[in-house]
Structure formats: structure tokens, C-alpha cells
């Protein structure tokens, strides 16, 4: 089995880790977390995301996608970007995921018909090239379960990352074959996760930091960092009395799994 963590969800380069993104590194693999997945966020993470990702090919791996806050006026000309990184690859990557996309109303609704175009087309691709989606969801669930519950999106494979719905939102998200996202804000006293978790099943879950943000507890306001996953990792032992060995082991081929990098027989 495996004997080390999956950070699924960590933004590693992002300019917060430029003055010691190797020293974060060493301190995430001295904590047993051996593989990061890098979502993009704009045009412009591309080129630091694919040249972290080229230093540690064996540790850091890419993904592809326009995330939904980044979706404005211009979003056609960043997507157009995103579609040649995926289908003509001129960087030669070897993407992931599509990811990060989604919906987000907390910061603006100006744009919220175009976050949704741009949505829909980002899984159009996904599906296309047999990739999972790796979803943002903020003050938007309800309109992301009703359109990946739509009848072209269903059966696609992904994970809603840093999960903040209600149990029955877990519930549906796990029926229609996702992944949930489980991060720092399972160790905050009021994120909510800790009242309903034991409920989900195991086998459904990963654990991502977004790392520089959501900072789990003891640091919540400091910068987080890939070492940090162990924070998240011994909460669920705590609140599903579950052996840290299990959790590790499980969330580890969950996330392997949900990546199509389990290693084939």
C-alpha cells in the first residue's frame, strides 16, 4: 500500500514561495507528502506552474484550466490560451487535470453567465481528453451540481475542491461519481465538515491544502504550505477514529485514482 500523502490541490507556484518554494518542499516531503498536483489559474501561472513542474517532474504535476475568477471581459482570448495548452501543447506537458474551473459568486456576479460558458466548455474538453475536472465551488454548489448533473456531463470523473456544501450536497456529488476535496477548513470550529464527515465515505475523499491559502489550524493566517496536509490528514483521524496509516493510505490511492496515475498491472 502506499506509505505517503497526496497534496491534490496546492497552487506551490504561486509568488509566495519564491524566496524558499525548495525549503517548503523538503518540509512537505520530511512530513511524508511525496506528490503535489498544481492547478493553473490564468494565462499568466502557466509558465511558473509548467517550469515548477519541469524541475520535479516526478513530484509536481500540472494541470490546465481558466479558474473561474479569472473569467472576465477578456476570458474568450485566456480560454482560447487554455484550449491550445491542452490540445496542441506546445510545452509538451503532460496535464493532469482540467483545473481549476468552476463557479465563484463570492467575489462578483458581473460575470456570472460567462463563468458558466466557460465552465461548461472546460469539461467539454475534459471529457474530450479523458481528463477529471478539478472544481471551485464558492457561493455556487447549487448551479454546479444542477449543470454537472446535466445528461452531456454526467459520468465525467473530478473533484470539488475544498468541499464547504451540506451533507446532502456531499451526498449528491458522491452519487454522480466525485471526489471531495477535504482541506484546511476541516480544522476550523466552525467550517462545518466536522458535523456531518463521519458520514461520507472514505474511499470519496482527498486531501489538498491550496496552498499559500486556507491555512489550516493551528497557523489559520499564516501562509500555508504543502507540509500542512499532515494537519488535515490527523483531523480526520480525530473525527472519523480512523488510524492515521488507513487515512494516509486511502486518500493517497484516491487521489492516485482520480489522477489516472495508479500504476498499472
Known amino acids: 500500500m502506499y506509505n505517503f500523502l497526496i497534496d491534490s490541490h496546492a497552487h506551490l507556484y504561486a509568488e509566495e514561495f519564491d524566496h524558499d518554494r525548495e525549503e517548503m518542499l523538503a518540509r512537505a516531503r520530511a512530513a511524508g507528502v511525496e506528490r503535489f498536483y498544481l492547478p493553473n489559474v490564468d494565462v499568466d501561472s502557466i509558465r511558473p506552474m509548467l517550469d515548477l513542474a519541469a524541475q520535479h517532474p516526478e513530484s509536481c504535476f500540472p494541470m490546465m484550466g481558466l479558474h473561474p475568477c479569472s ?6 482570448s485566456q480560454l482560447q490560451v487554455v484550449e491550445n495548452h491542452l490540445f496542441k501543447n506546445p510545452e509538451r506537458a503532460n496535464f493532469c487535470a482540467v483545473g481549476e474551473i468552476g463557479l465563484d459568486y463570492y467575489w462578483s456576479t458581473e460575470f456570472v453567465t460567462e463563468q458558466q460558458y466557460a465552465f461548461r466548455t472546460q469539461c467539454r474538453w475534459a471529457i474530450k481528453l479523458n481528463l477529471p475536472v478539478v472544481i471551485h465551488a ?7 451540481i444542477n449543470i454537472v448533473s446535466e445528461p452531456e456531463f ?9 468541499f464547504s456544501g451540506d451533507l446532502a450536497q456531499a451526498q449528491k456529488l458522491v452519487e454522480l461519481g466525485f471526489y471531495l476535496g477535504i482541506g484546511g477548513v476541516v480544522t476550523f470550529k466552525n467550517g462545518g465538515l466536522d458535523k456531518f464527515i463521519q458520514q461520507l465515505p472514505l474511499d470519496k475523499l482527498v486531501l489538498e491544502t491550496d496552498a499559500p491559502y486556507l491555512t489550516p489550524a493551528p497557523y489559520r493566517g499564516k501562509r500555508n504550505e504543502a507540509a500542512y496536509i499532515e494537519l ?5 483521524v480525530d473525527l472519523l477514529k480512523i488510524d492515521y496509516q488507513t487515512i494516509m493510505q486511502q486518500t493517497t490511492a484516491n487521489a492516485l485514482s482520480l489522477f489516472n ?3 498499472q498491472n
Open 71 to 76: 473569467v472576465l471581459a477578456d476570458y474568450k
Open 138 to 144: 464558492r457561493n455556487s454548489l447549487v448551479d454546479l
Open 154 to 162: 454526467l459520468g465525467m470523473k473530478g473533484v470539488f475542491h475544498c
Open 232 to 236: 488535515v490528514a490527523q483531523r480526520l
Open 261 to 263: 496515475h495508479l500504476p
